[in-house]
T-cell receptor, first 109, second 114 residues
Framework: RKEVEQDPGPFNVPEGATVAFNCTYSNSASQSFFWYRQDCRKEPKLLMSVYSSGNEDGRFTAQLNRASQYISLLIRDSKLSDSATYLCVVNIGGFKTIFGAGTRLFVKA | GAGVSQSPRYKVAKRGQDVALRCDPISGHVSLFWYQQALGQGPEFLTY????????KSGLPSDRFFAERPEGSVSTLKIQRTQQEDSAVYLC????????????FGQGTRLTVV
């Protein structure tokens, strides 16, 4: 079993839709959690950190469930520019940071 | 510099050739990571440096892969006797402290072994 697993995707949604991605992790000692965004042929960039209490940044909401060991990302009112691959990232201590395989999102007009 | 810089951006190597990939991290960043990203996959951890010390190289696929960061700044990933399965994008990232802080990625080096 992979240490970080994500919805396989791709997700194809119309503009304005709400879409949610889930991610599960296997190491219960994991300390920090992030969502990164990666555009086609570009480098990953931090979208948002994920805090235990859940956090929101505009149209994006991230939640963490430590008991079930999963993380979610909710995107409301999808824009064409949201089309990208979303990477779930887990830090299991110090420097050890593990990336999921990514979930591809296509937002259509 | 303003961000993480990697060179070359693209490299085509003949099978069996040695290659060296360079990473210039953000000035002052303690941590430096190398990742390998195959098409359609997420970045896979290769190795980690804290300043000049290589604290983890467990992700290096074979002993043909070698990385160094001798002065705690610029890092080089060297691949000896390249094979076709080494074809991938090699990403370098740096962070101010460790993996609990944001990692800033370079644009990567796309290696194609023919």
């Amino acid at each position: 079993r992979k240490e970080v697993e994500q919805d396989p995707g791709p997700f194809n949604v119309p503009e304005g839709a709400t879409v949610a991605f889930n991610c599960t992790y296997s190491n219960s000692a994991s300390q920090s959690f992030f969502w990164y965004r990666q555009d086609c042929r570009k480098e990953p960039k931090l979208l948002m950190s994920v805090y235990s209490s859940g956090n929101e940044d505009g149209r994006f909401t991230a939640q963490l469930n430590r008991a079930s060991q999963y993380i979610s990302l909710l995107i409301r009112d999808s824009k064409l520019s949201d089309s990208a691959t979303y990477l779930c990232v887990v830090n299991i201590g110090g420097f050890k940071t593990i990336f999921g395989a990514g979930t591809r999102l296509f937002v259509k007009a | 510099g303003a961000g993480v810089s990697q060179s070359p951006r693209y490299k085509v190597a003949k099978r069996g050739q040695d290659v060296a990939l360079r990473c210039d991290p953000i000035s002052g960043h303690v941590s430096l990571f190398w990742y390998q990203q195959a098409l359609g996959q997420g970045p896979e951890f290769l190795t980690y440096f804290q300043n000049e010390a290589q604290l983890d190289k467990s992700g290096l696929p074979s002993d043909r892969f070698f990385a160094e960061r001798p002065e705690g700044s610029v890092s080089t990933l060297k691949i000896q006797r390249t094979q076709q399965e080494d074809s991938a994008v090699y990403l370098c990232a740096s962070s101010l402290i460790d993996g609990n802080t944001e990692a800033f990625f370079g644009q990567g080096t796309r290696l194609t072994v023919v």
